[in-house]
T-cell receptor, first 114, second 114 residues
Framework: DVKVTQSSRYLVKRTGEKVFLECVQD?????MFWYRQDPGLGLRLIYF???????EKGDIPEGYSVSREKKERFSLILESASTNQTSMYLC?????????????FGSGTQLSVL | DQQVKQNSPSLSVQEGRISILNCDYT??????FLWYKKYPAEGPTFLIS?????DKNEDGRFTVFLNKSAKHLSLHIVPSQPGDSAVYFC?????????????FGKGTLLTVNP
């Protein structure tokens, strides 16, 4: 079974802190994604990566950056956390190629910024 | 501008009856559609998909119908079971584009009552 592991289930941070969310997948997937889920807004794509050291902006990249130094690991960075970044963050991965829309998601990190 | 719309935030159905979840899209470039299911405290999981060259795809109790002229798809669950209670997300991608980015709807909370 594909496993996508997010390092923390819950995080509480202060406004202005630098926050790292880590994600690791064990299926040698080329593609990795960061989404956030908010009530009434569904899933919104923050950043994605098609390969090591490659990244592309999603729909809501402002206030975020990412790092992909190894194929299995994709990190989301909040440079200076703000209260409007309180959300459920979901990491996902998929193969490149046919039917790569079949994403495998982690269980999510609920981030609260106080 | 919301390109994938799920206009019903919630749906309640009796066990054994049919559940019909609806999704509309506005981007005519979308040519591949998926449904994901999400339980609380878990990441979404892939449920079923359909290519725009088809109008129906069936997998056990789950059937997705696509009406391209109306830019509408629906997910039918027959018979509905209490374990189907979850949030269902519709998603779409434009495979002819430069990437396979998924656009998600806001989700519909399905409750199946025993």
């Amino acid at each position: 079974d594909v496993k996508v592991t997010q390092s923390s289930r819950y995080l509480v941070k202060r406004t202005g802190e630098k926050v790292f969310l880590e994600c690791v997948q064990d299926m040698d997937h080329e593609n990795m994604f960061w989404y956030r889920q908010d009530p009434g807004l569904g899933l919104r794509l923050i950043y994605f990566s098609y390969d090591v050291k490659m990244k592309e902006k999603g729909d809501i990249p402002e206030g975020y950056s990412v790092s992909r130094e190894k194929k299995e690991r994709f990190s989301l960075i909040l440079e200076s956390a703000s209260t409007n970044q309180t959300s459920m963050y979901l990491c996902a991965s998929s193969f490149r190629g046919p039917v790569n829309e079949k994403l495998f998601f982690g269980s999510g990190t609920q981030l609260s910024v106080l | 501008d919301q390109q994938v719309k799920q206009n019903s935030p919630s749906l309640s159905v009796q066990e054994g009856r049919i559940s019909i979840l609806n999704c509309d899209y506005t981007n005519s470039m979308f040519d591949y559609f998926l449904w994901y299911k999400k339980y609380p405290a878990e990441g979404p999981t892939f449920l079923i998909s359909i290519s725009s060259i088809k109008d129906k795809n069936e997998d056990g109790r789950f059937t997705v119908f696509l009406n391209k002229s109306a830019k509408h798809l629906s997910l039918h669950i027959v018979p509905s079971q209490p374990g189907d209670s979850a949030v269902y997300f519709c998603a779409a991608s434009a495979r002819g584009g430069s990437n396979y980015k998924l656009t998600f709807g806001k989700g519909t909370l399905l409750t199946v009552n025993p």
